[in-house]
């Protein structure tokens, strides 16, 4: 890397994940994303910041991954004429991201797709919520979305949502079909935009560590870690190893969790609610467990910055052994009844194929592309403690299918009870929250982790009061939502609740 | 096929009451009162107007074999134009506002509304009346029960539906 761009100053960010910092220009900032491509690597994500205050125009912020490290790639925009290229052409996952930093903060991509995302009629179009001097209640507008038309013989539209029938996040989808074959699937999301970047400003420490936590209340231990990371790097405190072991067995526990819950809801999807009911059971012994050890179900705000509140004493973690011991047993016997139960295979096995090439192409990350032949892991790729390195097997899938995303998540399963139970069985003594450090203002704080669908990035700026002057969170299924659109092609119609229950996607996440 | 029958076999009822005396009075009341008020069933029409999607996870749970809302007399229906009730999560976002309208004038009368979670009865942690979020339901639709809690549990879940309909009963 440094070699191929030995005119740019790439700086060691501090904190744990292994991260530089570089500035760069617009040219630079396009070749820096051909070689990172080139080499494998792939895009994280991409947000803006507001700057005018500091006479510094607008910013734009970059985060790639190659094999090594984390780069966040700053690029610094005009005032007037705030505008960089369009990356999508070299990152697929981009336009999604760059649609949406139009909408909050007017930064404009010169080519790609230019569409609202975020933006449907809160705001009129000429307002940019992220910007410091926007009014803070805009008029709401009338707003029409240009989908994209498909044309031909017998193709007629089916739109889906907001409102879907289930029990389920909002989200809008139009299927071109011929008969009850999907020609086409376009997403439309936004519909749970609550500001939450916006929101996150000026907030102290501690209560934006708890907005931050419910970004996606399904990933709450990987977004809490997550921020807890950035704000540690960016405050010089480094938590306790007690306190990183438990978040661990906190983050392991909530990937358990959604697997059981994802495994019975896709069962049940293909018509088999006899897994529906058993996994919907274990959800709840594990949720249960934690009431009594955690004395909360869902222990949203156990990760703290600093380290974790709550310690677990002895009698605890044998709660916990014993509550992960009986689940793994009844793992290992549900799966030998799906792997054996003929009509469950025939609608998992080659439903929403992604390929590998396609998996790759496209920048799918997380539990879905390790569906698709992926073995990429931020637990094994930084092995952040107390992850060590390569402490578990990549679980990893070849076909793509929904049987593979749901093979992943039964041997994910399992290893995540495998992780807690080695680091319960040896847990460090010692405290179990430090206090935090005197803030670095505006230095830019990065923490990631892997969450269960995938890598959490959240990134954030202090300001010289150590309040929260930006934050940016972001959700692995920023990447997989668009392979959904071409894993559903040529599946039929009734095919896509199985399917997209395979996928599981966030829409909290993404709409932020 | 036997796998399975076994595993049914070795997993037996495991439909509260046993260990939680709380729910299964609960449980009962519940289907004594739907039976009361309702005739025959209360059909539930979920609305998510925003949520971070955690309130739903707990609603999810109410139809684990526990708490086994359908033996109840309980259940979630696809269609407001079916149901009795509305179970509102979220901060209202801006852009879900016009949504949730819609899904409560789709409810035939007379109609009930559950707002489930902090972010229902308040906003919760992403507020009030900002750009994005309109904050409480009962800033959109007229609301008959507000039930606490981030998330809230299904107990808490299960009392706030029972609130509900005794709410219709006296009426
Ligand atoms: S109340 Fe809590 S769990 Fe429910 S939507 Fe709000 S933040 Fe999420």
Known sequence: ?512 | MWRLLQQIKKVGLVSEPKPAPDATMLQRQLQEQVRRVFGRALAIRQVDAGSCNGCELEIHALHNPYYNLEGAGIHFVASPRHADALLVTGPVSRHMAEALRRTYDATPEPKLVIAAGDCAACGGVFGENTCATIGAVANVVPVDVVVRGCPPTPTALLQGILAAISKRASA
């Open chain 1, 1 to 512: 890397m440094r070699e191929h761009f030995s005119d740019l100053n790439f700086e060691t960010l501090p904190g744990a994940l292994p991260a530089l910092r570089v500035a760069v220009t617009a040219a630079r900032l396009v070749e820096l994303c051909r070689h990172v491509r080139a080499a494998g690597g792939r895009l994280v994500t991409l947000w803006g910041e507001d700057l005018r205050r500091e006479d510094s125009g607008f910013r734009l912020c970059v985060v790639l991954e190659d094999a090594d490290d984390l780069i966040a790639a700053e690029l610094p925009l005009d005032a007037a004429n705030p505008t960089y290229p369009d990356l999508s052409e070299i990152f697929p996952s981009a336009s999604r991201m760059q649609r949406a930093t139009f909408d909050l903060l007017g930064l404009r991509t010169l080519g790609g797709d230019q569409r609202p995302w975020l933006r449907h009629g809160a705001w009129p179009a000429e307002v940019f919520p992220l910007r410091h001097d926007a009014p803070a209640l805009p008029p709401s507008v009338a707003h029409d979305y240009p989908f994209v038309r498909v044309e031909g013989e017998g193709v007629h539209e089916v739109p889906v949502g907001p409102v879907h029938a289930g029990t389920i996040e909002p989200g809008h989808f139009r299927f071109s079909v011929v008969g009850e074959k999907v020609l086409r699937l376009e997403e439309r999301f936004g519909y749970t935009h609550k500001g939450i970047e916006k929101r996150a400003e000026g907030l102290d420490i501690a209560a934006g560590a708890r907005l931050v936590a419910r970004v996606c209340g399904d990933s709450a231990a990987a977004y809490a870690w997550a921020c807890a990371m950035a704000i540690e790097a960016v405050t010089h405190t480094t938590p306790p190893p007690r306190a990183l072991v438990l978040r661990g067995v906190l983050l392991e526990r909530e990937r358990l969790a959604n697997h059981l819950g994802d495994l019975g809801g896709i069962a049940n999807d293909a018509g088999f609610a006899f897994g529906q009911l058993q996994f919907s059971r274990l959800k709840e012994d594990l949720l249960r467990a934690n009431e009594k050890v955690w004395g909360r179900r869902y222990p949203m705000d156990a990760i703290v910055p600093g380290g974790v509140c709550g310690d677990i004493d002895a009698e605890a973690a044998r709660i916990l052994i014993a509550n992960m011991d009986a689940i793994a047993a009844e793992i290992r016997a549900l799966r030998e009844i799906y792997d054996n139960h003929a009509g469950l295979q025939d609608r998992f096995m080659s439903a929403g194929t992604v390929t590998p090439e396609l998996s790759a192409r496209l920048g799918m990350v997380g539990l879905a592309a390790r569906g698709s032949g992926g073995t990429h892991d931020w637990r094994n790729a930084h092995a952040l403690a107390p992850y060590a390195p390569m402490a578990h097997a990549a679980v990893s899938h070849q076909s793509g299918d929904v049987a593979a995303r749901v093979a992943v998540r039964f041997d994910e399963a399992l290893v995540s009870i495998d992780l807690c139970r080695q680091w319960l069985a040896q847990l460090p003594a010692g405290a179990i929250c430090v206090p935090l450090g005197a803030p670095h203002a505006g230095t830019l704080g990065l923490g990631g982790v892997e969450g269960w669908r995938g890598p959490v990035l959240v990134a954030v700026r202090l300001d010289t009061g150590g309040r929260i002057a930006r934050c940016h969170p972001h959700d692995p299924s920023w990447h997989n939502w668009p392979v959904l659109e071409h894993a559903i092609m040529d599946n039929i119609v009734p095919d896509f609740p199985l399917i997209n229950k395979s996928f599981n996607l966030a829409y909290s996440g993404c709409d932020l």
